[in-house]
């Protein structure tokens, strides 16, 4: 099945430590992104990256990090530099070139104390 | 800044009725207008979407309509039903880099 996979679906951490979230699409789209989601307040872009080996920050990215070596790969590292971490993260991902559809993965919900 | 604005934040609708969430947006360089749809603990999936080419796009018993000299498109839910009740997302995008940028959400009851 063609889809998109954030695991895992539940994280636990004391703060101070860094974190990373895992995102996996093997949609063969071009185009990833990377959103946090708190009650009340939508969906607010930390990071995306439009091909492999670039990416450029979002609306919120301080205390956030991304990597993009690979293609299906867009790993998200939720740093001790984050001032209020616990949230529920959300991948998305998009054919890029001109289309518009995200589609989301199912989400990881991290919880710092 | 806050460039989406939807509303209202929480609806309740009996069976049968119909679901009207608005938004309108600041930018008018936003060319792509879409809907999500989120159940608790899922993912938002994308439920339709409108470019300002045309006024209003139906699918099933979803339709959003699009006004662009007022900068306000709304979605409509035609006959909602139990299962459409969830948390409704507009958003849009426009620059070259396809970021969306969302409204605060919408919860939608509908009551059996």
């Known amino acids: 099945d063609g889809g998109i996979t954030q695991s895992p679906k539940y994280l636990f951490r004391k703060e101070g430590q860094n974190v990373t979230l895992s995102c996996e699409q093997n949609l063969n789209h071009d185009a990833m992104y990377w959103y946090r989601q708190d009650p009340g307040q939508g969906l607010r872009l930390i990071y995306y990256s439009q091909i492999v080996n670039d990416f450029q920050k979002g609306d919120i990215a301080e205390g956030y990090s991304v990597s993009r070596e690979k293609k299906e790969s867009f790993p998200l590292t939720v740093t001790s530099a984050q001032k209020n971490p616990t949230a529920f993260y959300l991948c998305?991902?998009?054919w890029g070139q001109g289309a518009r559809e995200q589609y989301f993965g199912p989400g990881t919900r991290l919880t710092v104390t | 800044q806050q460039q989406v604005k939807q509303s209202p934040q929480s609806l309740i609708v009996q069976k049968g009725g119909i679901s009207i969430i608005n938004c309108a947006y600041e930018n008018t360089a936003f060319d792509y207008f879409p809907w999500y749809q989120q159940f608790p603990g899922k993912g938002p999936a994308l439920l339709i979407a409108?470019?300002?080419?045309?006024s209003e796009k139906k699918e099933g018993r979803f339709t959003i309509s699009f006004n662009k000299s007022a900068k306000q498109f709304s979605l409509h839910i035609m006959d909602s039903q139990p299962g459409d009740s969830a948390t409704y997302f507009c958003a849009a995008s426009g620059d070259s880099n396809y970021k969306l940028t969302f409204g605060k959400g919408t919860l939608l009851t509908v009551n059996p």
């Open positions: 409108i470019r300002p080419d045309v």
């Open positions: 998305a991902s998009s």
